[in-house]
């Protein structure tokens, strides 16, 4: 998995991603949530995209589970595979970029190596990184789809936070508390962050 393909040429298109961000009125970028299972990374993304959407700017979010049910249907869970996941989703948010779009992409991604990898898949500025903090005790109250609780049974291997790591990134662009702060005023600072660095 990861290779590239043999005898293919990148073919250029005629109309270029500065074409669709003038057309856009807004620069094309990826947002990339990531934190534990039940930070509220998909609800952050999904609330971003809603107060984007109000503001006329061009949108998508790739969550998760959505892109396990068939892009990375034949993946599991181990660490191998996680990576190419991430790699999948990474060059599926590269196209997404320059097709124009804001592309918000929530996955727990709990390595640092694969996230940097996606990083350097595009252009210096392209890639922003979204730590969604959040306690793991609070996660794990939380526990939205009961995936803890499974875990902690031993009825789930290999689950980050539990039975495989998380790394927490180094350097984010935006943190986000999402244990202490209210989802409007999370989404607000990451609006906030593309506005300021003239994205929007």
């Not at 600072?189 to 660095?197: R, T």
Request: hydrophobic share 35%; proline share 2%.
């Amino acid at each position: 998995m990861g290779q590239k393909s043999t005898n293919t040429v990148w073919h250029h298109g005629t109309v270029s991603r500065e074409d669709r961000q003038k057309l856009n009125e807004h620069k094309s970028v990826i947002l990339w949530f990531t934190g534990l299972s039940g930070a509220g990374k998909s609800t952050l993304a999904n609330e971003v995209e809603a107060l984007l959407h109000g503001k006329g700017k061009r949108t998508y979010v790739l969550d998760g589970d959505n892109v396990r049910q068939g892009l990375c249907g034949d993946l599991t869970f181990s660490d191998e595979d996680r990576v190419e996941n991430i790699r999948r989703i990474g060059e599926v948010a590269k196209l997404m970029v320059d097709a124009g779009l804001i592309t918000l992409s929530a996955f727990i991604s709990p390595f640092r190596a694969e996230r940097q990898r996606v990083r350097d898949l595009v252009s210096e500025g392209d890639f922003i990184e979204v730590y969604c903090r959040c306690d793991l005790s609070v996660c794990e109250e939380r526990d939205v789809k009961g995936l803890y609780k499974k875990a902690r049974a031993g009825e789930i291997s290999e689950f980050t936070g539990i039975s495989s790591p998380y790394e927490e990134p180094e350097n984010a662009e935006v943190v986000v508390d999402t244990d202490k702060h209210s989802l409007q005023d999370c989404a607000e600072q990451v609006v906030g962050y593309l506005a300021e660095k003239g994205i929007i």
